[in-house]
């Protein structure tokens, strides 16, 4: 089967998306506003963050609520 200019294996890095710079989800804009308000860290939620950004806060906020409530 021969590949046409239109096949990703022929795409330049240029065109491909950026993943690192998606916005991110509805999901994840949810989840990090209620763990920032219940952790009393409001500031690490911002509307415009990536998805990865987004993740890695949710992930270092539920670690921190973790330990919080270990005590």
Same mark, same amino acid.
């Given at each position: 089967? =021969? ?7 022929? %795409? ?13 989800? %509805? ?26 950004? =987004? ?12 330990? =919080?409530?270990?005590?």
């Amino acid at each position: 089967m =021969a590949r046409t200019a239109s096949s990703p294996a022929t %795409r330049s890095y240029a065109e491909l998306p950026d993943r690192l710079s998606v916005p991110m989800t %509805r999901g994840q804009a949810l989840t990090l506003k209620s763990l920032a308000i219940e952790a009393y860290q409001p500031k690490q939620f911002a509307s415009d963050l990536t998805r990865v950004e =987004a993740a890695r806060r949710i992930e270092e906020l539920k670690q921190e609520i973790a330990l =919080a409530d270990s005590f």
